[in-house]
């Protein structure tokens, strides 16, 4: 079945160190992204890529770095310099075609980051 | 800033009652409208969309746009316990994206409990 793998979904992190989350997505999807989500807040963008070797910045990038090497890979480093990284981390997928409607986003079921 | 509004709740419905969702947003220019399902610590599903003004209509869900108003919503019949879930309402600025979700902004979540 196609769909979205993030791991781990679980992680600890002691301060000071950095951090990977890995997400991998068979359904051909052209665009990736990833958000962050606190208790009781909404998703807030990170990063997202429209096509392999480009990403953009969202509205909270600093404190993270991505890749995307491959169509199917879109790793999230959590570095040393966020200062509050304990979040959900959310790993999300579009078409990008002229057709694509805006919006339509498959999630993968998330990455729970505590920092120690 | 583009914010999009709902009330956190939680907005409690007996079981087999219809509930009804509200959100509203700031952007004027904004031109598709979705809603999100997401059930306590798991990823959002994407159970409605609508890009008109006027109704929608999916089994027991129908979304409601009014854009002179700057209003949408999400009512849901005969509401079974399994419907307890926050509800995220998204407003993208773009009909069809060409893929990117930058445009896209994700209320709070309106936290909906269906009581049996």
């Known amino acids: 079945d196609g769909g979205i793998t993030q791991s781990p979904k679980y992680l600890f992190r002691k301060e000071g160190q950095n951090v990977t989350l890995s997400c991998e997505q068979n359904?051909?999807?052209?665009?990736m992204y990833w958000y962050r989500q606190d208790p009781g807040q909404g998703l807030r963008l990170i990063y997202y890529?429209?096509?392999?070797?480009?990403?953009q910045k969202g509205d909270i990038a600093e404190g993270y770095s991505v890749s995307r090497e491959k169509k199917e890979s879109f790793p999230l480093t959590v570095t040393s310099a966020q200062k509050n990284p304990t979040a959900f981390y959310l790993c999300?997928?579009?078409?990008?075609?002229?057709?694509?409607?805006?919006?339509?986003?498959?999630f993968g079921e998330g990455s729970r980051l505590t920092v120690l | 800033q583009k914010e999009v509004e709902q009330n956190s709740g939680p907005l409690s419905v007996p079981e087999g009652a219809i509930a009804s969702l509200n959100c509203t947003y700031s952007?004027?220019?904004?031109?598709?409208f979705f809603w999100y399902r997401q059930y306590s610590g798991k990823s959002p599903e994407l159970i409605m969309s609508?890009?008109?003004?006027g109704d929608k209509e999916d089994g027991r869900f129908t979304a409601q746009l009014n854009k002179a108003s700057q209003y949408v919503s999400l009512l849901i019949r005969d509401s079974q316990p399994s419907d307890s879930a926050t509800y995220l309402c998204?407003?993208?600025?773009?009909?069809?994206?060409?893929?990117?979700?930058?445009?896209?902004?994700f209320g709070k979540g309106t936290h909906l409990i269906i009581q049996p």
């Open positions: 999300a997928s579009s078409k990008w075609t002229g057709g694509s409607l805006a919006g339509e986003l498959f």
């Open positions: 359904l051909n999807h052209d665009a």
């Open positions: 890529s429209q096509i392999v070797n480009d990403f």
């Open positions: 952007d004027r220019g904004s031109q598709s």
């Open positions: 609508i890009y008109s003004n």
């Open positions: 998204a407003v993208n600025l773009l009909m069809y994206s060409g893929g990117g979700a930058d445009g896209l902004t």
